[in-house]
Nanobody
Framework: QVQLVESGGGSVQAGGSLTLACTTS????????MGWFRQAPGQDREGVAA????????YYPDSMKGRFTISRDNAKNTVYLQMNSLKPEDTAMYYC???????????????????????????WGQGTQVTVSS
């Protein structure tokens, strides 16, 4: 059974920072497109960032550029999401996901991969809550 375990969420004041971590097995992590997503109450899940673990290429949707940084530690099978200058509107459950198949979309690891993950083409973690107070 594929498992992804997120950690690092919490409550911070606006302007603060948090770093989330997502750890999974070597087989799930290797040469895969790993992504971070978030979902606020009553809203759709949206992609925040993606990284192809084999070479570290990354992708951010335009709306997420500037304050979020995705990174990886291959030795730990872990991807991170550093979040800076947090705003109350960043409050959401944050999820990590890994693509279920390795193909061209996985390799490109861009918006297409994020959309495919949301549509059902990914393994998901249980989520970690981020709450930003004003």
């Amino acid at each position: 059974q594929v498992q992804l375990v997120e950690s690092g969420g919490g409550s911070v004041q606006a302007g603060g920072s948090l770093t989330l971590a997502c750890t999974t097995s070597r087989s799930t992590y290797s040469s895969n497109c790993m992504g971070w997503f978030r979902q606020a109450p009553g809203q759709d899940r949206e992609g925040v960032a993606a990284m192809y673990t084999a070479d570290g290429r990354y992708y951010y949707p335009d709306s997420m550029k500037g304050r979020f940084t995705i990174s990886r530690d291959n030795a730990k099978n872990t991807v991170y999401l550093q979040m800076n200058s947090l705003k109350p509107e960043d409050t959401a459950m944050y999820y990590c996901a890994a693509q279920t198949s390795r193909d061209g979309a996985t390799y490109r690891c861009n918006g297409e991969a994020l959309r495919r993950a949301i549509a059902g083409g990914a393994y998901w973690g249980q989520g970690t809550q981020v709450t930003v107070s004003s």
